[in-house]
C-alpha cells in the first residue's frame, strides 16, 4: 500500500495528464447525441449572455441589410395574406377548421453566435425552453433550411447548421421528386454535395432542391438550393453533383424555428409501430 | 508572485474574448480558422508546477468550448499541450537562460529558441484539434491543409504578439 502511494505521488503529473485527457475525450463524445445535459444547461446560459452582449453591438452593423430582407419579407407576406389566413392563422384564437389544421408555428429567434469556418458550424439564437424551444426542432429563414436545434437552455439554443458532418439532409427534386441526400463535406460554405443520384435521373445545373417531408424535421417543399455542377460516374450507380446552397449561410441574422403541433401524434404513432415490430 | 498570478488571469479571460469574438468570425473559404489562445499555454512562466499548467489549460480549453459548443474538443487538445511543454522545454534548453518569474519569450530566449517551441506546441494542438473534430479518415489531407494554414496563421499571430510586447528600448 505504501508503496502503491510512493508510486502514485512520484508519478502524479501522468495520471492527472490521463485524468484531465480522459475526462475531455468523454465529454467530447459522449455529448455527441447532444442529450439536454445539466453542463449544456448551465454553459448555454453563462456563453449566452456574452454572446448576446456582443451580437448587440455588431447588430448595427448589419442594420441596412437586414431591414432589407425584413421588408422583403414582409412584402412576400403581404402578397399570399389571405391564403396565410385560411391555412395557419390560430395564434388569436382556436380556429377549429375541419379542413385545415394547424400542423407548423413559427418563432422568429435572433442569431446571437454563427460560424461558418469550421468543420462543423453551430448557431446560438436567443430563444430557449422558455418560449417552447426542444431539441430536433427545424430552423429556417424564410423559404429556406438552416438547421435543427441540438441543445436547449432556458433563454437560448444551439443550432446545428447544415454546415456540419453530422448533418445529412433529405431532399428531392423539384421537378420530379427524385429522392437524395444532401451533406456538407467541409471548406465552401456556399457549395453542399448531393449524394446518391440515381443513374437514370437527368440533371441539369440550376435543378431546384427542395426538402423531401420524409424526416420528422423539415415539411416538405422548403428551399434547399440549385445544382452548381454535376459529375457523371461510369463505374458506379450514382451520379454526384454539387448544390448551391440557398441560404447564405454567413449573414444569417433573424431565422425562425419550426414547431411541430403534431409532434406528439407522429412520435406515438411511429413507437406503436416500433412496439408492434418486436 | 501576486502581479504574475493576475497578470495570467487577466491574460486568460482576454485572450479567450478575443478567440471567440474576433478570430472565430474570421471567415477565409473554410480552410484558415486561428486558434491564437493557446497564446496563454505558451507563456506560462517557466517554474509552473506541472499540476497547475495541466489544470489552467484544461481550464482554458472548457471555456472556449463553452463558448463553441464543442464540448470536451479543445479542453483535450489543450491539456495535450500542457503535458508536452516541459518536455519540449528540456528538450531545447540549455540549461542557463531561465530565471525565476519569467516566461518564455521572444526577447529573453531568442528567436530561434522560441520559434522551435511555438511552431511545436502550436503543430500539435492544431493537429489534435482539426482530427478530433472531424474524427474520420476520408478527409485526411483536405485536414492536414487545414491544421498547416491554421497553425500559419496562429504562429504569425503570436509572433505579431511578441514584438508588440517587448518593444527594443533604446
Given at each position: 500500500?505504501?508503496?502503491?502511494?510512493?508510486?502514485?505521488?512520484?508519478?502524479?503529473?501522468?495520471?492527472?495528464f490521463?485524468?484531465?485527457?480522459?475526462?475531455?475525450?468523454?465529454?467530447l463524445f459522449?455529448?455527441?447525441?447532444?442529450?439536454?445535459s445539466?453542463?449544456?444547461y448551465?454553459?448555454?446560459?453563462?456563453?449566452?449572455?456574452?454572446?448576446?452582449?456582443?451580437s448587440?453591438v455588431?447588430?448595427?452593423f448589419?442594420?441596412?441589410?437586414v431591414n432589407r430582407?425584413?421588408?422583403?419579407?414582409?412584402?412576400?407576406?403581404?402578397?399570399n395574406?389571405?391564403?396565410?389566413?385560411?391555412?395557419?392563422d390560430?395564434?388569436?384564437f382556436y380556429?377549429?377548421?375541419?379542413?385545415?389544421?394547424?400542423?407548423?408555428?413559427?418563432?422568429?429567434?435572433?442569431?446571437i453566435?454563427?460560424?461558418t469556418n469550421?468543420?462543423?458550424?453551430?448557431?446560438?439564437?436567443?430563444?430557449?425552453?422558455?418560449?417552447?424551444i426542444?431539441?430536433?426542432?427545424?430552423?429556417?429563414?424564410?423559404?429556406?433550411?438552416?438547421?435543427q436545434?441540438?441543445?436547449?437552455s432556458?433563454?437560448?439554443?444551439?443550432?446545428m447548421?447544415?454546415?456540419?458532418?453530422?448533418?445529412?439532409?433529405?431532399g428531392?427534386?423539384?421537378?420530379?421528386?427524385?429522392?437524395?441526400?444532401?451533406?456538407?463535406?467541409?471548406?465552401?460554405?456556399?457549395?453542399?454535395e448531393?449524394?446518391?443520384?440515381?443513374?437514370?435521373?437527368?440533371?441539369?445545373?440550376?435543378?431546384?432542391?427542395?426538402?423531401s417531408?420524409?424526416?420528422?424535421?423539415?415539411p416538405?417543399?422548403?428551399?434547399?438550393?440549385?445544382?452548381?455542377?454535376?459529375?457523371i460516374?461510369?463505374?458506379?450507380?450514382?451520379?454526384?453533383?454539387?448544390?448551391?446552397?440557398?441560404?447564405?449561410f454567413?449573414?444569417?441574422?433573424?431565422?425562425?424555428?419550426?414547431?411541430?403541433?403534431?409532434?406528439?401524434?407522429?412520435?406515438?404513432?411511429?413507437n406503436?409501430?416500433?412496439?408492434?415490430?418486436? | 508572485?501576486?502581479?504574475?498570478?493576475?497578470?495570467?488571469?487577466?491574460?486568460?479571460?482576454?485572450?479567450?474574448?478575443?478567440q471567440?469574438?474576433?478570430?472565430?468570425?474570421?471567415?477565409?473559404?473554410g480552410?484558415i480558422?486561428?486558434?491564437?489562445?493557446?497564446?496563454?499555454?505558451l507563456l506560462?512562466?517557466?517554474?509552473t508546477?506541472?499540476w497547475?499548467l495541466?489544470?489552467?489549460?484544461?481550464?482554458?480549453?472548457?471555456?472556449l468550448?463553452i463558448?463553441?459548443?464543442?464540448?470536451?474538443?479543445?479542453?483535450?487538445?489543450?491539456?495535450?499541450?500542457?503535458?508536452?511543454?516541459p518536455?519540449?522545454?528540456?528538450?531545447?534548453?540549455?540549461?542557463?537562460e531561465?530565471?525565476?518569474?519569467?516566461?518564455?519569450?521572444?526577447?529573453?530566449?531568442?528567436?530561434?529558441?522560441?520559434?522551435y517551441?511555438?511552431?511545436?506546441?502550436?503543430?500539435?494542438?492544431?493537429?489534435?484539434?482539426?482530427?478530433?473534430?472531424?474524427f474520420?479518415?476520408?478527409?485526411?489531407?483536405?485536414?492536414?491543409?487545414r491544421?498547416?494554414?491554421s497553425?500559419l496563421?496562429?504562429?504569425?499571430?503570436?509572433?505579431?504578439?511578441?514584438?508588440?510586447s517587448?518593444?527594443?528600448?533604446?
Open positions: 500500500m505504501r508503496y502503491l502511494l510512493f508510486f502514485l505521488r512520484k508519478q502524479y503529473i501522468y495520471f492527472l490521463l485524468a484531465l485527457e480522459g475526462l475531455s475525450l468523454l465529454i459522449n455529448n455527441n447525441d447532444y442529450q439536454n445539466a453542463l449544456a448551465i454553459s448555454n446560459g453563462v456563453a449566452g449572455s456574452v454572446l448576446n452582449l456582443s448587440n455588431s447588430d448595427y448589419s442594420l441596412l441589410r430582407i425584413l421588408a422583403e419579407d414582409n412584402a412576400r407576406l403581404h402578397s395574406r389571405s391564403e396565410a389566413f385560411y391555412k395557419a390560430t395564434e388569436s380556429h377549429n377548421d375541419t379542413l385545415y389544421k394547424l400542423e407548423y408555428r413559427y418563432i422568429s429567434a435572433k442569431v453566435n454563427n460560424s469550421k468543420r462543423n458550424n453551430f448557431i446560438m439564437l436567443n430563444k430557449g425552453h422558455h418560449q417552447g426542444v431539441n430536433h426542432m427545424g430552423v429556417i429563414m424564410g423559404d429556406r433550411i438552416v438547421g436545434v441540438v441543445s436547449v432556458e433563454h437560448f439554443c444551439w443550432v447548421s447544415l454546415l456540419n458532418k453530422d448533418s445529412r439532409i433529405s428531392k427534386f423539384k421537378k420530379n421528386n427524385q429522392l437524395v441526400n444532401i451533406e456538407w463535406e467541409g471548406g465552401n460554405y456556399l457549395l453542399g448531393v449524394k446518391e443520384i440515381p443513374k437514370h435521373v437527368l440533371i441539369q445545373k440550376g435543378d431546384t432542391i427542395i426538402t417531408g420524409n424526416s420528422d424535421i423539415f416538405e417543399g422548403l428551399l434547399i438550393g440549385t445544382i452548381d455542377h454535376y459529375t460516374a461510369q463505374e458506379e450507380n450514382f451520379n454526384y453533383a454539387t448544390i448551391r446552397f440557398a441560404t447564405d454567413n449573414s444569417l441574422s433573424f431565422v425562425e424555428v419550426l414547431i411541430d403541433m403534431m409532434r406528439k401524434e407522429k412520435e406515438n404513432l411511429q406503436s409501430f416500433k412496439s408492434r415490430e418486436q | 508572485m501576486r502581479i504574475i498570478f493576475l497578470k495570467n488571469i487577466g491574460r486568460f479571460v482576454f485572450l479567450i474574448l478575443f471567440v469574438l474576433i478570430l472565430n468570425t474570421i471567415q477565409f473559404n480552410y480558422n486561428p486558434y491564437f489562445y493557446i497564446y496563454f499555454i506560462l512562466p517557466f517554474e508546477p506541472p497547475l495541466l489544470i489552467s489549460s484544461f481550464l482554458l480549453g472548457i471555456s468550448d463558448f463553441t459548443n464543442t464540448f470536451g474538443l479543445n479542453a483535450a487538445a489543450c491539456v495535450l499541450i500542457a503535458f508536452i511543454r518536455f519540449v522545454i528540456t528538450s531545447i534548453s540549455t540549461g542557463t531561465f530565471m525565476i518569474g519569467h516566461s518564455p519569450s521572444l526577447k529573453n530566449q531568442g528567436i530561434k529558441w522560441f520559434a517551441y511555438s511552431i511545436i506546441l502550436v503543430l500539435v494542438h492544431h493537429f489534435t484539434l482539426f482530427y478530433l473534430e472531424i474520420r479518415f476520408t478527409e485526411f489531407f483536405q485536414t492536414l491543409l491544421v498547416l494554414l497553425s496563421f496562429t504562429l504569425l499571430l503570436v509572433f505579431i504578439a511578441e514584438y508588440l517587448y518593444p527594443e528600448k533604446k
